[in-house]
Each structure stands twice: as structure tokens, then as C-alpha cells.
């Protein structure tokens, strides 16, 4: 089996839509991919509904969090999308990036770079705002070469010209709120240093005293040493190691499948999830 738990769709901040993603997952040879968008569950009805025959959707979200000044991503994996209090928390975190990306676009207007906030708005089709959008308007304006040259500390990284901090979640609270709706957790590229600081080998073992279920160990900014580092902390702290594409179509480079999690990890996710069952088309 071929299983890609990590992806995204243009219900936040990918190019595919949900039901090309699925689609285009089967056509990369995967047999389980999972729909992560930032902070929704959005596309999770038009992935299940265009959803491929031998195929099987893995629902989830990637869940923006703040640790110790540093941000971090968790991925949240088969909760219950109506349970109201974590529904409550993604909503408030969703329309906050709103806010922060009509900020940034605000500085970049000011420092004369050409964008608008109209033209963020067009990108983003809908999807859950983010600072992508806000990369892909500077990217088109010309003002950059490259989607990632937009992340720094020139323009949208942490301390940057245009940088605007946003509400994120507690990460023990983030877990504890998957759990409360029958979901399971995994730490997204939690050593992923290009992106800017993270967090400690220590804080991950604290997470994972708090029910962290995973982490995500291959992964495409983890290079070798760091995936070998990261397996032998899964095995201490008894975390399952995960691997993903962190698939966003055209705006990055990585394909569906780029990275893949082990099956016995996959079951034993599923195994411990209650809030929502994988959805297959025979």
C-alpha cells in the first residue's frame, strides 16, 4: 500500500481542488491520501464525493499552533468535523488568518510591491486565506522569484517586513480537543529548520506525555540525519513515525506520494481514531 497523509486542497492553500486531489492521488499510484487543509474540513465533502475507486480518504486538518513563541504545525487525523468546541477552535483560527493575510497584504501595498488585497482574494478562490495567497500575489507581481523566497525574513517570514502574527493554538489544547472528538494527532515536519525555528526534542516529549499520537518523521524538508534522528526519538518517546508529501500542487514542487507512511503505521491510526471512519470507493 502507497499512503500519503498529508496533502491539500484549494479549501486552503493547494492548487488542486478536493475532488482533483483525490483523483490525481490515484493517478500517483496511492491507495490512502489524506486531505489535510489548513484549519477546515471544507473540502472534505467534495473529496468524498469524487473520490476514485480504489481509493481510500483519510479526513483530517492541519492545525496552526504556537509553542514557546515558536509556530508548529499538527496534523489532526478522523476527528468528528461537527463536535462543537474543536469546531469552534478552527473556526476562530481560520478567520483569524483572514485578518493577518489582509495585514500583510496591507504592509506589502505600502512598501509598493503592486499587490492587492482583490487579487489575494482571487487566488485564495474561496479557500481558507493564507499567507500562500499572499505569496503566490507577490510571486505574480514579480517581486519574487520563487514561492519560497517569500517566506523570509525579507518579506512573510517570522520578524519580516510584512510579517503578521496570526491566533494559534495551544498545542496541548490542540490535542486535547482532537481527542475529545475521537481524532488522533501527528506533528507536522517538526524539524523543518529551513521554515524558521522549532521546537525542542524536549517539547516533543512533553506533547507526546500529553497524547500526541505521532510524528511526522519523512517528510520533505527533513534530510536524511534528521529523518534517522527523528525514528530513534519516535522509538523513545513510543510515537508512530509518519510519512508525507505535504502535497500543494503547483505552488510547491513536491509531488503526491513524494513521501509515504508504513501500513502498520496507517492501521494503527485508524485503530486508535473514533471520531470518523477512512472512506473508501471499491
Not at 486552503?12 to 484549519?39: C, F, K, Q
Not at 525514528?231 to 508529501?245: K, P
Not at 513536491?254 to 509515504?260: D, E, F, K, P, Q
Request: hydrophobic letters at 40%; a negative charge.
Amino acid at each position: 500500500m502507497r499512503i500519503d497523509l498529508h496533502a491539500h486542497s484549494t479549501a486552503s492553500d493547494g492548487t488542486d481542488t478536493p475532488g482533483e486531489l483525490v483523483v490525481n492521488a490515484r493517478a500517483a499510484g496511492l491507495d490512502v491520501v489524506a486531505i489535510t487543509d489548513h484549519d477546515t474540513t471544507a473540502g472534505h465533502g467534495p473529496a468524498e464525493e469524487a473520490l476514485p475507486a480504489g481509493l481510500t480518504l483519510v479526513t483530517g486538518a492541519e492545525l496552526s499552533c504556537r509553542m514557546d513563541g515558536v509556530s508548529l504545525h499538527m496534523l489532526a487525523y478522523l476527528f468528528d468535523p461537527h463536535e462543537q468546541e474543536f469546531a469552534r477552535e478552527r473556526d476562530l483560527v481560520r478567520n483569524d488568518r483572514v485578518r493577518r493575510a489582509q495585514a500583510m497584504t496591507d504592509k506589502l501595498v505600502a512598501l509598493g510591491t503592486g499587490i492587492t488585497w482583490e487579487r489575494v482574494l482571487e487566488i485564495a478562490a474561496g479557500g481558507s486565506v493564507g499567507r500562500p495567497h499572499v505569496a503566490s500575489a507577490l510571486l505574480e507581481a514579480g517581486v519574487i522569484g520563487s514561492i519560497d523566497e517569500a517566506f523570509t525574513g525579507e518579506w512573510l517570514g517570522s520578524g519580516g517586513r510584512a510579517y503578521v502574527s496570526k491566533h494559534e493554538l495551544d498545542p496541548f489544547e490542540a490535542i486535547r480537543l482532537v481527542k475529545a472528538a475521537g481524532g488522533v494527532t501527528v506533528f507536522a515536519h517538526p524539524q523543518a529548520v529551513k521554515r524558521g525555528r522549532v521546537v525542542s526534542e524536549n517539547a516533543i516529549a512533553e506533547l507526546a506525555a500529553a497524547g500526541l499520537d505521532g510524528i511526522e518523521v519523512d517528510h520533505t524538508d527533513h534530510d536524511a540525519p534528521t529523518r534517522d534522528r527523528l525514528r530513534g526519538l519516535a522509538a523513545d518517546l513510543g510515537l508512530l513515525a509518519t510519512g508525507s508529501s505535504d502535497y500543494h500542487g503547483t505552488r510547491k514542487k513536491v509531488r503526491l506520494g513524494a513521501n509515504t507512511t508504513d501500513p502498520d503505521v496507517y492501521e494503527e491510526l485508524v485503530g486508535r481514531a473514533s471520531g470518523a471512519a477512512p472512506v473508501r470507493r471499491d
